[in-house]
């Protein structure tokens, strides 16, 4: 599903450059649940953001099921990240105004979401447990509701892949465990999913652990090398 050899990404500030990934090899077979961890400057966010096509590398190769995505340009890119990839975000960033059925039918606006945009959205808030909550704004909802909410936008086009960035960073213990009982339950029927997460019991629920240091693939902490 995923294949990145030697993926690079350095960023220039004035004179300063900061490499924020080195050359970095990565496969994720389609239908795995990968955790990515690693301290603050690792690069987590930043293989994220490529492996989401919402930026480029500044060298290497990545391929997203069998299409070279590197050297594509941002209308094609623009077209995998909608019709291919959904995002789950630490912060759900929904529009304030809009109740919750239209912000989950949001990425229909921009691709071929399958069948009419807010009925596919109420069947997806029904499926995360949320259809009573169909008609309140954002604000109205827990942090746990708007990141199930965010799930069920995630999934509006039907994509092949979930990059999750740190999905229970701001949840209690409870809500955490239902976000990570609905992700696992995703995965389950088939969906690969990417996330990155700061916590070890979070990670434990993914079926493989991967650990970055410097911007590069690294031992898991303790391990013998």
Same mark, same amino acid.
């Given at each position: ?7 690079? *990404?350095? /960023? ?11 050359? #970095? ?38 391929? #997203? ?9 941002? %209308?094609?890119?623009?077209?995998? *990240? ?37 009925? *596919? ?76 997460? /700061? ?5 434990? *629920? ?12 690294? %031992? ?6």
């Amino acid at each position: 599903m995923i294949r990145a050899l030697g993926l690079t *990404r350095i /960023h220039r500030h004035g004179g300063a450059t900061v490499t924020a990934l080195d050359g #970095l090899d990565l496969t994720v077979a389609r239908g795995e649940f990968v955790a990515l961890m690693g301290p603050s400057g690792s690069g987590k966010s930043t293989l994220l953001q490529l492996l989401g096509c919402l930026d480029t590398p500044s060298a290497g190769g990545y391929w #997203l099921d069998g299409t070279a995505v590197a050297g594509l340009d941002e %209308p094609a890119l623009a077209r995998v *990240r909608n019709r291919r990839i959904g995002f789950v975000f630490q912060a759900s960033h929904f529009v304030d105004y809009l109740d919750l059925a239209d912000n989950v039918a949001l990425p229909g606006l921009y691709g071929p979401g399958p069948g009419p945009g807010r009925r *596919r959205a109420l069947a997806l808030l029904d499926a995360v447990g949320l259809g009573e909550r169909c008609d309140h704004l954002p604000a109205a909802l827990s942090g746990g509701e708007r990141q199930r909410a965010a799930i069920a936008r995630a999934l509006f086009n039907g994509p092949d892949l979930i990059l999750a960035d740190e999905p229970t960073g701001n949840l209690d213990a409870a809500n955490a465990a239902q976000v990570l009982d609905l992700l696992a339950s995703l995965n389950a029927r088939g969906l690969t999913l990417v996330m990155v997460t /700061h916590d070890p019991g979070v990670a434990r *629920r993914a079926g493989r652990v991967l650990h970055l240091a410097a911007g590069r693939l690294a %031992p898991a902490p303790g391990a013998a090398r």
